[in-house]
Protein backbone atom coordinates (compact mmCIF):
# COMPACT_ATOMS: atom_id res chain seq x y z
CA UNK A 1 0.00 0.00 0.00
CA UNK A 2 1.17 3.40 -0.71
CA UNK A 3 -0.08 6.73 0.04
CA UNK A 4 -2.56 8.94 -2.19
CA UNK A 5 -1.31 12.07 -1.39
CA UNK A 6 0.99 14.82 1.11
CA UNK A 7 -0.33 17.95 1.56
CA UNK A 8 1.59 20.88 2.09
CA UNK A 9 0.40 24.55 2.57
CA UNK A 10 2.08 27.10 -0.29
CA UNK A 11 3.53 30.21 0.27
CA UNK A 12 3.49 31.02 -3.18
CA UNK A 13 1.49 28.64 -5.70
CA UNK A 14 2.69 30.23 -8.51
CA UNK A 15 6.30 29.59 -7.61
CA UNK A 16 5.27 25.86 -6.36
CA UNK A 17 3.77 25.41 -9.70
CA UNK A 18 6.74 26.22 -12.09
CA UNK A 19 8.99 23.83 -9.52
CA UNK A 20 6.42 20.95 -9.34
CA UNK A 21 5.15 20.56 -12.69
CA UNK A 22 8.04 22.95 -14.65
CA UNK A 23 10.74 21.33 -13.27
CA UNK A 24 9.48 18.23 -11.96
CA UNK A 25 7.40 17.20 -14.17
CA UNK A 26 4.31 16.49 -12.08
CA UNK A 27 1.36 17.30 -13.70
CA UNK A 28 -1.58 19.55 -12.51
CA UNK A 29 -4.52 17.12 -12.52
CA UNK A 30 -7.06 18.60 -10.30
CA UNK A 31 -7.91 21.57 -8.06
CA UNK A 32 -10.62 21.48 -5.05
CA UNK A 33 -11.85 25.11 -4.39
CA UNK A 34 -13.40 26.05 -1.20
CA UNK A 35 -14.68 27.35 1.95
CA UNK A 36 -12.16 26.73 4.97
CA UNK A 37 -14.07 24.99 8.14
CA UNK A 38 -12.36 27.87 9.80
CA UNK A 39 -12.96 30.94 8.24
CA UNK A 40 -11.22 31.67 4.73
CA UNK A 41 -11.10 29.47 1.64
CA UNK A 42 -8.35 28.03 -0.05
CA UNK A 43 -7.33 26.24 -3.24
CA UNK A 44 -6.28 22.55 -2.94
CA UNK A 45 -3.66 21.27 -6.05
CA UNK A 46 -3.26 18.08 -6.93
CA UNK A 47 0.02 17.02 -8.69
CA UNK A 48 0.13 13.90 -10.51
CA UNK A 49 3.23 12.43 -9.93
CA UNK A 50 3.17 8.71 -11.49
CA UNK A 51 -0.71 7.65 -11.86
CA UNK A 52 -4.28 8.54 -10.73
CA UNK A 53 -3.14 7.25 -7.35
CA UNK A 54 -0.07 9.12 -6.61
CA UNK A 55 -0.11 12.76 -5.90
CA UNK A 56 1.34 16.01 -4.02
CA UNK A 57 -0.96 18.42 -3.45
CA UNK A 58 -0.58 22.31 -2.15
CA UNK A 59 -2.68 24.43 -0.50
CA UNK A 60 -3.11 28.21 -1.59
CA UNK A 61 -4.52 30.05 1.17
CA UNK A 62 -7.14 33.50 1.44
CA UNK A 63 -7.90 34.99 4.25
CA UNK A 64 -7.61 31.80 6.48
CA UNK A 65 -7.29 32.57 10.08
CA UNK A 66 -3.18 31.95 11.25
CA UNK A 67 -1.91 31.84 7.07
CA UNK A 68 -0.35 35.26 7.49
CA UNK A 69 3.14 35.10 7.66
CA UNK A 70 3.43 30.96 8.02
CA UNK A 71 6.62 29.37 7.93
CA UNK A 72 6.03 27.06 4.74
CA UNK A 73 9.42 25.02 5.54
CA UNK A 74 8.27 21.92 7.77
CA UNK A 75 11.67 21.40 9.74
CA UNK A 76 12.12 24.99 10.80
CA UNK A 77 7.99 25.20 11.44
CA UNK A 78 8.99 22.62 13.87
CA UNK A 79 12.01 23.78 14.76
CA UNK A 80 14.12 21.10 13.54
CA UNK A 81 17.64 21.28 10.88
CA UNK A 82 15.85 21.19 7.10
CA UNK A 83 17.24 17.45 6.59
CA UNK A 84 14.89 15.93 9.61
CA UNK A 85 11.07 16.67 7.45
CA UNK A 86 11.61 15.80 3.96
CA UNK A 87 10.42 15.20 0.33
CA UNK A 88 11.71 12.02 -1.26
CA UNK A 89 10.43 10.83 -4.37
CA UNK A 90 11.46 7.38 -5.23
CA UNK A 91 13.49 6.75 -9.05
CA UNK A 92 13.09 3.92 -11.16
CA UNK A 93 16.98 3.22 -12.19
CA UNK A 94 20.48 5.31 -12.05
CA UNK A 95 19.73 6.62 -15.52
CA UNK A 96 16.19 8.36 -13.61
CA UNK A 97 18.27 9.41 -11.21
CA UNK A 98 21.39 10.96 -13.43
CA UNK A 99 18.60 12.90 -15.46
CA UNK A 100 16.86 13.92 -12.74
CA UNK A 101 19.87 15.89 -11.20
CA UNK A 102 20.60 17.43 -14.50
CA UNK A 103 17.09 19.01 -14.51
CA UNK A 104 17.54 20.57 -11.05
CA UNK A 105 20.97 21.81 -12.20
CA UNK A 106 19.95 23.30 -15.38
CA UNK A 107 16.99 24.87 -13.68
CA UNK A 108 19.68 26.50 -11.57
CA UNK A 109 19.24 24.74 -8.19
CA UNK A 110 22.32 23.22 -6.45
CA UNK A 111 22.39 19.41 -5.82
CA UNK A 112 23.95 17.50 -2.94
CA UNK A 113 24.29 14.15 -3.64
CA UNK A 114 24.42 10.98 -1.30
CA UNK A 115 25.80 7.51 -1.49
CA UNK A 116 23.66 6.01 1.57
CA UNK A 117 25.53 2.52 1.13
CA UNK A 118 21.85 0.84 0.61
CA UNK A 119 20.51 3.94 -1.40
CA UNK A 120 21.63 7.00 -3.58
CA UNK A 121 20.23 10.32 -3.08
CA UNK A 122 20.16 13.65 -4.47
CA UNK A 123 18.65 16.38 -2.78
CA UNK A 124 17.66 20.35 -3.53
CA UNK A 125 15.12 22.74 -2.13
CA UNK A 126 12.06 23.84 -3.27
CA UNK A 127 9.86 26.87 -3.38
CA UNK A 128 8.89 26.26 0.19
CA UNK A 129 12.56 25.93 1.17
CA UNK A 130 11.89 22.33 2.02
CA UNK A 131 14.22 20.13 0.95
CA UNK A 132 13.44 17.44 -1.82
CA UNK A 133 14.26 14.26 -2.48
CA UNK A 134 15.27 11.52 -5.50
CA UNK A 135 16.41 8.39 -3.98
CA UNK A 136 17.35 5.34 -5.58
CA UNK A 137 17.38 1.99 -3.70
CA UNK A 138 20.51 0.39 -4.39
CA UNK A 139 20.82 -2.62 -1.70
CA UNK A 140 18.49 -4.75 -0.58
CA UNK A 141 17.28 -6.16 3.09
CA UNK A 142 18.14 -9.19 5.13
CA UNK A 143 16.38 -10.47 8.10
CA UNK A 144 19.61 -9.36 10.31
CA UNK A 145 18.47 -5.61 9.04
CA UNK A 146 15.35 -6.29 10.45
CA UNK A 147 16.80 -7.53 13.87
CA UNK A 148 19.06 -4.71 14.30
CA UNK A 149 16.49 -2.28 13.07
CA UNK A 150 13.99 -3.69 15.72
CA UNK A 151 16.83 -3.58 18.44
CA UNK A 152 17.52 -0.03 17.89
CA UNK A 153 13.63 0.90 19.22
CA UNK A 154 14.46 -0.41 22.74
CA UNK A 155 18.65 0.67 22.74
CA UNK A 156 19.47 3.27 25.15
CA UNK A 157 23.86 2.64 23.21
CA UNK A 158 23.02 3.49 19.58
CA UNK A 159 25.35 1.70 17.26
CA UNK A 160 26.10 4.11 14.45
CA UNK A 161 25.72 3.26 11.09
CA UNK A 162 28.50 3.49 8.37
CA UNK A 163 29.08 6.81 7.05
CA UNK A 164 28.09 7.12 3.64
CA UNK A 165 30.12 6.02 0.94
CA UNK A 166 30.53 9.55 -0.88
CA UNK A 167 28.62 13.18 -0.59
CA UNK A 168 29.48 15.78 -3.44
CA UNK A 169 27.31 18.67 -3.48
CA UNK A 170 26.85 20.14 -7.54
CA UNK A 171 26.43 24.05 -8.01
CA UNK A 172 24.06 24.68 -10.57
CA UNK A 173 25.58 26.39 -14.03
CA UNK A 174 25.12 29.51 -13.34
CA UNK A 175 26.11 30.01 -9.36
CA UNK A 176 29.68 27.95 -10.03
CA UNK A 177 30.40 30.57 -12.37
CA UNK A 178 29.22 33.27 -10.23
CA UNK A 179 31.20 31.85 -6.78
Known sequence: MGYHHLALAAKDIRKIHAFYEGI??????????????????AKHFFYRMEDDSKF??????????????????????????????????DVKDKA???R???QWLDAGLDVMEVDHNWCHSIYTKDPNDNL???????????????????AELETAKPNFSKPPASMEVHKAPSK????
Open 132 to 150: VEFCLTTGSFSEKDRQTAL
Open 96 to 98: DLD
Open 56 to 89: IAFWDMHDIPGSDGFEPNISKAAGLPDHINHISF
Open 24 to 41: LGFELMKVEVGPSPGGGW
Open 100 to 102: RRQ
Open 176 to 179: ASAG
